[in-house]
């Protein structure tokens, strides 16, 4: 299973609008895809809920992974979306 890790960049972290675009971006995506927090569990990426549990700040590292055809190329983009500052746009 494919995986990256990313930086969150946003200001507020993956809450609010950063979070609600995220979620967003994973489900335009169509594989399945987890988020995760250092020694935390792999959880649905696009849930908002899911997102808000993480307490995931500016400059924490999370781990994304995802399965099916499309994972490695949703991954990178994804990565991309997080380590953008999207609460600057």
């Given at each position: 299973?494919?995986?990256?890790?990313?930086?969150?960049?946003s200001?507020?972290?993956?809450?609010?609008?950063?979070?609600?675009?995220?979620?967003?971006?994973?489900?335009?995506?169509?594989?399945?895809?987890?988020?995760?927090?250092?020694?935390?569990?792999?959880?649905?990426?696009?849930?908002?809920?899911?997102?808000?549990?993480?307490?995931?700040?500016?400059?924490?590292?999370?781990?994304?992974?995802?399965?099916?055809?499309?994972?490695?190329?949703?991954?990178?983009?994804?990565?991309?979306?997080?380590?953008?500052d999207?609460?600057?746009?």
């Open positions: 299973m494919p995986e990256r890790q990313a930086t969150i960049a200001s507020s972290g993956l809450h609010a609008r950063p979070a609600k675009l995220f979620v967003q971006a994973v489900q335009e995506k169509g594989v399945p895809v987890t988020i995760a927090v250092e020694g935390g569990p792999d959880l649905n990426a696009g849930s908002i809920l899911s997102l808000m549990g993480l307490g995931a700040t500016q400059g924490t590292v999370v781990t994304l992974k995802a399965e099916g055809d499309g994972a490695d190329r949703a991954l990178d983009e994804l990565v991309t979306l997080l380590e953008t999207l609460d600057a746009e």
